[in-house]
C-alpha cells in the first residue's frame, strides 16, 4: 500500500517550524563580503573548519540596542530582529557567518 505524504501537515509543530528555518534564503559572510547592507535578518549562525575560531559581529537591530558580539565561536547561533550585520573582526580566513532572511518587519 502506497503511503501518500501529506505535505506540512505531515510534521508536528515543532518540525514544521525547523523545515521553515531558511525558507527565504541567507548570505553568507565571509572576508570578501563583511556586511549584508540593510534588510530584514533574524539569525546568525558561524561556521568554520575550527571548532576554536571566533569572529567578532556588530549587528543594527530593528527594534533596540544594537548588538556588538566579541568572539563569536563556530557553531554559535544569534536570534534576534536585526537590520544589517557586518564582520569587524576574523580571527581565520575559514569563517563564514550565515545571515538568514526573516520576513519584512512592518
Excluded: W
Excluded at 535578518?41 to 530593528?62: S, W, Y
Excluded at 556588538?68 to 537590520?83: D, H, L, M, P, R
Amino acid at each position: 500500500m502506497a503511503h501518500t505524504h501529506r505535505g506540512i501537515r505531515q510534521y508536528q509543530g515543532d518540525e514544521s517550524g525547523n523545515i521553515g528555518l531558511g525558507q527565504l534564503g541567507f548570505k553568507a559572510l565571509t572576508t570578501g563580503t563583511l556586511t549584508t547592507g540593510d534588510g530584514n535578518f533574524f539569525m546568525i549562525k558561524v561556521l568554520g573548519e575550527l571548532a576554536t575560531a571566533n569572529v567578532d559581529i556588530d549587528a543594527v537591530c530593528h527594534q533596540g540596542d544594537a548588538l556588538s558580539a566579541n568572539n563569536v565561536v563556530t557553531g554559535e547561533v544569534i536570534y534576534g530582529a536585526f537590520k544589517s550585520i557586518t564582520i569587524t573582526n576574523l580571527s581565520i580566513t575559514s569563517i563564514q557567518v550565515l545571515c538568514y532572511y526573516g520576513n519584512p518587519i512592518n
